[in-house]
């Protein structure tokens, strides 16, 4: 086993990665990523901004930290802006290709039956 596969167990349920999980993976979710792009990517980059004019006049050391930590959480949520607008089109047009199909189905099927001599 790797190391990365045993450090990852403990960052999966980070806050973050939960809440990009979610806007990922679930199609719910895929419409909220140009939000949480624009309102927790944009706090998460003023966040830094702020951290780091801490440390240039002569903040602790130890900001330095933060200041990574909210570079790193900025941009993953930059990230996932554009990544949930492409898999929600996409996801869109796989839902009006599977709807245009059970449309076409429904119509072939009652044409079928109309046609076909039954029994009054």
Known sequence: MNL??????????APTNLL???????????KWGIPAMLLLGGG????TAICYTIILREGPGPLYLLVLLFAWN???FFWIGPVSLVQLVLVRAQ??????VADVGEGEGSRQ???????L
């Open 4 to 13: 990365s596969e045993r450090g990852y167990g403990v960052f999966q349920y």
């Open 20 to 30: 990009l999980g979610a806007i990922r993976y679930r199609r719910r979710g895929l």
């Open 44 to 47: 998460y980059y003023y966040a």
């Open 74 to 76: 900025a941009l993953k």
């Open 95 to 100: 839902e009006r290709r599977v709807r245009r």
């Open 113 to 119: 039956m109309s046609e076909a001599p039954g029994i």
